[in-house]
């Protein structure tokens, strides 16, 4: 079983592509590190992916739940 999985997503504020094509996955037990500068986008890949944020464009599931079509779940 897979914690997370996020396929090819975007996140697009404005004119900005924060995010161009994310993919990873996280099996379950897994210790996962989301690194990088400032700026790398590693806050709106976790709000994404806890629900807080709708990714422009891509898939996220957490468990098995995707975020946008199930996001009571994924809570
Ligand atoms: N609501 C928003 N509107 C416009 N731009 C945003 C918004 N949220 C984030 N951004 C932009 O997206 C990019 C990534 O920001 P984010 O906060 O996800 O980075 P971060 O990796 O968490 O940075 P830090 O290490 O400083 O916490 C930045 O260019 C930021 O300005
Ligand atoms: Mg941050």
């Known amino acids: 079983m897979l914690a997370v999985e996020a396929y090819n997503v975007t996140k697009v504020f404005g004119n900005i592509r924060a995010l161009d094509g994310l993919s990873f996955s996280v099996k379950t037990g897994e210790f996962f590190g989301l ?3 400032n700026g790398a986008v ?3 890949a976790m709000r994404i992916i806890s629900t807080l944020l709708m990714p422009t464009s891509g898939t996220v ?3 098995g ?3 946008m079509q199930n996001a009571a779940d994924v809570r």
Request: glycine share 8%; hydrophobic share 35%.
């Open 61 to 63: 599931r957490v468990f």
């Open 35 to 37: 690194i990088g500068p």
């Open 42 to 44: 590693k806050t709106t």
């Open 65 to 67: 739940c995707d975020v």
